[in-house]
C-alpha cells in the first residue's frame, strides 16, 4: 500500500509520500483555452501564464477559498501532480490518502473530496481537519487532556482552532488567506499610485515588502500599468505603502481567534494561556505577523519553522501512524 498526504490548497498543492518525504510543491492553477477544457498548462508552468496570457488562454483556479469550486480540473490537476510524482492511475488504486480539509468541514465539501480521489482512483481515502495536521507539522504533542491552539494561515482560508486529541472543542475555517491580502494590495496600489499591477506582482510584494512593524523601511520597484495613459510605468513600494491592507487581514484573524479564545472553558484557558499560540501556514510568513497578533492577543505566539509545510509534513507523520490517524480522522 502506498500512503500519501495532500494538502490541496487554494494556492498550493503539496504531496508527502511515506519514504520520499514532501515530494510535490505546485501552485494549484491550470491554463486552459478559453471555451474549452483543453489543458495547456498545469501547476508552476500555468502560474507563470497568469497575467501574460491572450484572450485565447484562461488560468482556472480549481480551489477557491479552501473549497473545490471546479471538480473537473481539480481531478486533471491532481491526477497530474500524482503522476509527476510517479503514481499512475494504476498504482492510485493502491494508495491510501489522507486529506487536509477545513476545520468543521461539511458533508458537501467531503462529497466533493471523495469523487476527486475516485476521479483520479485512488484506492483509500481518509479525511483530517487541518488544525490536527498544523500541530503534528510542528512536532507538537497531542493528548486528549492537553489542548492546544493553532492559527493556521493559508492561501485561501485560516484555520483557527483549539483542541485535544479528544476533538476540536472550539474552532473556525474562515474564507480569509493570503490570496486576500494579494487582492487588497492590487486595489491599495491603484488607489495610491494610479498603477495598475498583477496578481504575481501583489504576491511578490506581500512575500518581500510587507510588514507589520510601522517602521519597516524594506521597498522594492514594481512594474504596471498606469491607470490613466495606459503606459507602463514603474515605482518603488516600501513597506509603510501596504501596511494598511496587511493590517486590515491581521485584524481579522485577531478578531476571530479572540471569539474562538472567549468560548473555552477556564481549564482550557489556563492550558493554552500557558502554551501559547501555534501559528503556520504561508501567511505566517509575513514579516512581523507573530509579533502583530502576540502583542493584540496578548499570548505568546510561537511560529513555526517552517509555516508553509507545516499541514503537509503533519500529514505525513498522521498518514504514518494508524492509531493517530484512527483517533482523530472525520467519520465519513
Not at 480551489?63 to 492510485?92: C, R
Not at 510584494?205 to 504596471?224: C, H, P, W
Request: some cysteine; charged content about 20%; aromatic content about 6%.
Amino acid at each position: 500500500m502506498i500512503k500519501l498526504a495532500i494538502d490541496l490548497g487554494s494556492s498550493v498543492t503539496k504531496i508527502f509520500k511515506i519514504g520520499s518525504g514532501v515530494v510535490l510543491a505546485e501552485p494549484s492553477c491550470v491554463a486552459v483555452a478559453a471555451g474549452s477544457n483543453t489543458v495547456k498548462a498545469i501547476g508552476e508552468d500555468a502560474k507563470r501564464l497568469i497575467g501574460k496570457t491572450a484572450e485565447f488562454t484562461t488560468i482556472v483556479f480549481p480551489v477557491f477559498e479552501a473549497d473545490i469550486v471546479n471538480e473537473g480540473m481539480a481531478a486533471i490537476m491532481l491526477s497530474y501532480f500524482l503522476k509527476k510524482v510517479g503514481i499512475s492511475p494504476s498504482q492510485a488504486k493502491r494508495c491510501e490518502v489522507l486529506f487536509g480539509v477545513p476545520c468543521g468541514a461539511q458533508d458537501e465539501l467531503l462529497d466533493k473530496y471523495s469523487r476527486l480521489a475516485d476521479a483520479c482512483r485512488i484506492g483509500a481515502v481518509n479525511f483530517v481537519e487541518v488544525p490536527f495536521l498544523a500541530a503534528f507539522g510542528q512536532n507538537l504533542s497531542l493528548s486528549e487532556t492537553n489542548p492546544s491552539f493553532i492559527i493556521d494561515i493559508g492561501g485561501g482560508s485560516t484555520n483557527i482552532a483549539a483542541f485535544s486529541l479528544d476533538g476540536v472543542i472550539a474552532g473556525i475555517s474562515l474564507n480569509l488567506g493570503g490570496g486576500n491580502i494579494d487582492s487588497q494590495i492590487i486595489d491599495h496600489v491603484a488607489d495610491s499610485f494610479n498603477l495598475k499591477i498583477g496578481l504575481l506582482t501583489s504576491e511578490k510584494l506581500k512575500m518581500t515588502v510587507a510588514s507589520l512593524y510601522t517602521n519597516d523601511k524594506e521597498s522594492m520597484v514594481i512594474n504596471g500599468r498606469d491607470i490613466t495613459t495606459g503606459r507602463p510605468r514603474s515605482v518603488a513600494v516600501s513597506s509603510a505603502d501596504i501596511y494598511e491592507p496587511v493590517k486590515v487581514f491581521a485584524d481579522k484573524v485577531v478578531e476571530y481567534a479572540g471569539l474562538i479564545l472567549s468560548k473555552l472553558p477556564a481549564e482550557v484557558s489556563a492550558a493554552i494561556w500557558h502554551s501559547g499560540i501555534y501559528l503556520s501556514g504561508g501567511g505566517a510568513k509575513i514579516i512581523g505577523m507573530d509579533d502583530y497578533l502576540s502583542r493584540a492577543l496578548q499570548m505568546d505566539i510561537n511560529l513555526s519553522d517552517e509555516p508553509q509545510m507545516a499541514v503537509i509534513l503533519g500529514g505525513g507523520r498522521t498518514i504514518g501512524y494508524d492509531d493517530i490517524l484512527e483517533t482523530i480522522r472525520i467519520d465519513y
